[in-house]
């Protein structure tokens, strides 16, 4: 069974939802960050900031914790500070 979510991306990344900032994407029931990472192509590598429904998602969790239908879920590039 498939659920739906919201995801929106860096603009720099919209290539990864066919030139789009902004996209509802079906995962199947049980998906984590990192497996939707993966179905849109994204290497889960590079240090993508995740927020999940607003909240920043820990990197130790993304493969762990199940997305649920409805989630926001937004990929942009990692904060650096110096």
Known sequence: ???ALKVRVADVYAQYLGGREEAEI???EGATAIDLLEQLGMANS???LVL???AV???AKRGTDALAAGD???ILMPLKGG
């Open 57 to 59: 998602q820990p990197k």
């Open 1 to 3: 069974m498939a659920i």
């Open 72 to 74: 926001e879920i937004a």
């Open 46 to 48: 590079q240090g993508y």
């Open 26 to 28: 079906e995962v199947v």
């Open 52 to 54: 999940r429904n607003g």
